[in-house]
Nanobody, 118 residues
Framework: QVQLQESGPGLVKPSQTLSLTCTVT??????????WSWIRQPPGKGLGWIGY???????NLSPSLKSRTSISRDTSKNQFTLQLSSVTPEDTAVYYC??????????WGQGTQVTVSS
């Protein structure tokens, strides 16, 4: 059973960098054909895709966030990390990590609330 768990600070000040880590158990982030995504849901809005890091290490980022986003991984810890720079209150959301393939997402983390506020 694959499990994903997000971790990171729940409060970030405007203009700082948000950093979240997703720890994966029960499966390797290097397993062929899986994509490891970050997704967020602002209050009162729908889910928004941020980007993914593939099993190969390649990344694909949302065009609207690309200039502020990086996704990396530590294969020795089976973790992948989101960094979102220059945050504003509009980046306040519940952030999820998820595993997906061409058919969609099959495993999700429980989500972590991140609030951007001074």
């Amino acid at each position: 059973q694959v499990q994903l768990q997000e971790s990171g600070p729940g409060l970030v000040k405007p203009s700082q960098t948000l950093s979240l880590t997703c720890t994966v158990t029960g499966g390797s982030i290097t397993t062929n054909l899986y994509y490891w995504s970050w997704i967020r849901q602002p209050p009162g809005k729908g889910l928004g895709w941020i980007g993914y890091i593939a099993y190969s290490g390649d990344t694909n980022l949302s065009p609207s966030l690309k200039s502020r986003t990086s996704i990396s991984r530590d294969t020795s810890k089976n973790q992948f990390t989101l960094q979102l720079s220059s945050v504003t209150p509009e980046d306040t959301a519940v952030y999820y990590c998820a595993r997906g393939d061409e058919r969609g997402y099959d495993y999700w983390g429980q989500g972590t609330q991140v609030t951007v506020s001074s």
